[in-house]
């Protein structure tokens, strides 16, 4: 039995990531308060939430919105640490970048001065995205936490998923700057493809666009990339939690111990697999998906951090967590 270490509180209890923090934390003998979204007339199933191990005697929800920062204040109070994984995500442009962007800043800033007024929260670990990184006007083919992803060439080709990658990038920079003017400790990691298995019953993104070859209408997925950067969904919760015990660690940390090619992959999965019809190397070679750079994690690395699942453990998790809930 893991001695009692703090409660801490992640935001976006519901999402792959913040679902996957929670049950890390639970099981590292955390305390844990959450933050999940009301959504009126529609009673919101978090069974996967509340049946996780210790959860009835560990883990407190608590409905709270970006759009209304001050709605985090009570999820906040008391806690020693925060991870902040929520953030709007608008893939199909309902609303305007700036609107989305806005949100996703002024609910980050929000929850960070409720963090400084609470006297209790000792360090904020932020959850930002590779798209924060690797959008440039040069082709790096490999970049580390120095490198942010410039905005206006995201703003002027307007790729898939655009205003998502700028409110992500913008929102970075505004807790790192936050933390800097006000005395509060905020880190940020740099996740790239998560992968893996997840507690969460909706399919994540991620995952479904690194198999998109077994789900059929890869070229249609625009998600898909010819090479992507990809991390264990454990390791990211294990790398969360380490920045949070960390002693002293300094702004932003990329997490992205694999790259690897459409090809690559599916080779790997169908030497594994032989029953799941996958699509030859020739027709993957057609992808014409962008070819992501590798985010070293040396940083993270020196730091003491350890990844501990390799390439294959990554998907064979997936795959088998895709199988028991009915995706393949």
Known sequence: MEKEKGRVCVTGGTGFIGSWIIKRLLEDGYTVNTTIRSNPGHKKDISFLTNLRDASQKLKIFIADLSEPESFNAAIEGCIGIFHT?????????????????????????????????????????????????????????????????????????????????????????????????????????PSFVVGPFVCPKLPGSVFSSLAFLFGNIEKNPLVASRLHMVHVDDVARAHIFLLEHPNPKGRYNCSPFIA????????????????????????????????????????????????????????????????????
């Open 86 to 190: 929520a953030t709007p995500i608008d893939f199909e442009e309902n609303e305007a970048e700036e609107i989305v962007t806005k949100r996703t800043i002024d609910g980050a800033l929000g929850i960070l001065k409720a963090c400084k007024n609470s006297k209790t929260v000792k360090r904020v670990v932020y959850t930002s995205s590779a798209s924060a990184v690797y959008w440039q006007d040069k082709e790096e083919d490999v970049m580390d936490e120095s490198y942010w992803s410039d905005v206006n060439i995201l703003r002027h080709l307007k790729p898939f998923a655009w205003s998502y990658s700028v409110s992500k990038t913008l929102a970075e920079k505004a807790v790192l700057q936050f933390g800097q003017q006000h005395g509060l400790d905020v880190v940020t990691l740099v």
């Open 261 to 328: 090619t459409i090809d690559e992959i599916s080779q790997l999965v169908s030497s594994k697999y032989p029953q799941f019809h996958i699509p030859t190397s020739q027709e993957l070679m057609e992808v014409k998906g962008p070819k992501l750079p590798h985010l070293t994690s040396k940083k993270l690395m020196n730091a003491g951090f350890e990844f501990k699942y390799s390439l294959d453990e990554m998907f064979e998790d997936a795959i088998q967590c895709c199988k028991e809930k009915g995706y393949l």
